[in-house]
């Protein structure tokens, strides 16, 4: 399962997507981290090896949920 992170960047209409193969846990505990002042970085790698870097001071909000993939076919219902 991958989890949804939703970081809103100040003076940016658009938000960062990333979808993780973390824990929500461990997504949280690194934002938790990057947001009291041990970091000046949020550091997140997506399911696909990408990582990311963004900048504490640029951060707005964090929403990090679990992202359940929809179900297709006859067991759908």
């Not at 970081?7 to 929500?24: A, K, N, Y």
């Not at 461990?26 to 870097?53: F, N, P």
């Not at 900048?55 to 179900?71: D, M, Q």
């Amino acid at each position: 399962m991958t989890v949804d992170v939703k970081i809103g960047i100040t003076d940016s209409s658009r938000e960062l997507v990333v979808q993780s193969d973390q824990t929500s846990d461990e997504v949280h505990a690194a934002v938790e981290s990057a947001l009291s002042g041990k970091e000046q970085l949020l550091r997140l790698t997506d399911d696909k090896g990408a990582r990311y870097l963004v900048p504490v001071t640029k951060i707005a909000y964090v929403e990090v949920g679990s992202s359940e993939r929809p179900k297709v076919g006859f067991g759908a219902a």
